[in-house]
Each structure stands twice: as structure tokens, then as C-alpha cells.
């Protein structure tokens, strides 16, 4: 039973990455444009308005349940907008 459901894990670890390697893209090219708060426009074929704080994007694979590259392009923008935590090591 587990070798049938395998094949369909591995496709859909596929077009996750897929799609995450397509919203690297959007983002390399300037594509990604936040409008305030939590909103983002992002343009794909057509320009989506994508809501990070409610995960949420208007392109037709977000209406079908599926992760869209709009959603993570604009997750990826503000993850790279916010300063990474330095670690400081203290010995005594």
C-alpha cells in the first residue's frame, strides 16, 4: 500500500519545488512589489495580489488548493527584507 501512495508524494515534492524554484525566479526579476501591511502584487502572467497575513493569493493555482509561486515569492520578499538574528557567543 505505501509503494502506491510513494509515487504521488515524490509528485507532489516536485511541484513544490517546482513552484519554489519559479517564485526564486519572480523575485530575481523584480516582479515582486509590496504595497503595505501584508500585501504584496506580484506579476505573473498577469499581475495577482497575493496577503501574507492571511496566505492568501487571487491566481487560479491558489483557488485550486495548491502552494502558487505568487504566494512564495512574496514570503521569500519579506523573509529577505528582515535583518537575520547574529548570534553571540559569550564565554566566561
Sequence with gaps: ???KTLPKRLEAVEAFLSRLEKAKALLREGRVEPL???LYLVQG?????VDLEEASC???DWGRGHACKH???AYLHEKEKKPKEKRVEVRV
Design 71 to 73: 504566494l512564495m515569492a
Design 1 to 3: 500500500m505505501k509503494t
Design 58 to 60: 487571487t491566481c487560479p
Design 45 to 49: 502572467s498577469r499581475p495577482y495580489l
Design 36 to 38: 503595505g501591511g501584508s
